[in-house]
């Protein structure tokens, strides 16, 4: 079975930075990737995700201007560096990939990792 494997979460106060980044076997060339979150009591949201095999990108409002996802396909590596991190941030981020395209939504994914923690807090 296909799996990705995140890591580089963590606890960090406001206003600071955490770069998580993805690995795995899933994620093929040819595979677009996107990063998720999940709060307490919450539902599973798209954060930021490559559309497409052009490079397009898709970021949640909440993020725009602070969190920012790459890939290096060299290493089979996704990357969500994430700047000025809010209380409101703290959640479950998950990496996931599946063929293009897509629209950021929980369904359009088929290759999950298990997910890694981020605490926002002082």
């Known amino acids: 079975q296909e799996q990705l494997v995140e890591s580089g979460g963590g606890l960090v106060q406001p206003g600071g930075s955490l770069t998580l980044s993805c690995t795995g076997s899933a994620l093929k060339d040819y595979y677009v990737v996107g990063w998720f979150r999940q709060a307490p009591g919450k539902e599973r949201e798209g954060v930021a995700c490559?559309?497409?095999?052009?490079?397009?990108?898709y970021y949640t409002e909440s993020v725009k201007g602070r969190f920012s996802i790459s890939r290096d396909k060299e290493k089979k590596t996704a990357y969500l560096k994430m700047n000025n991190l809010q209380t409101e941030d703290t959640a479950v981020y998950y990496c996931?990939?599946?063929?293009?395209?897509?629209?950021?939504?929980?369904?359009?994914?088929?290759?999950w990792g298990q997910g890694i923690q981020v605490i926002v807090s002082s």
């Open positions: 996931a990939s599946d063929v293009p395209p897509t629209d950021c939504d929980v369904a359009d994914f088929s290759s």
């Open positions: 490559f559309r497409n095999s052009a490079g397009t990108t």
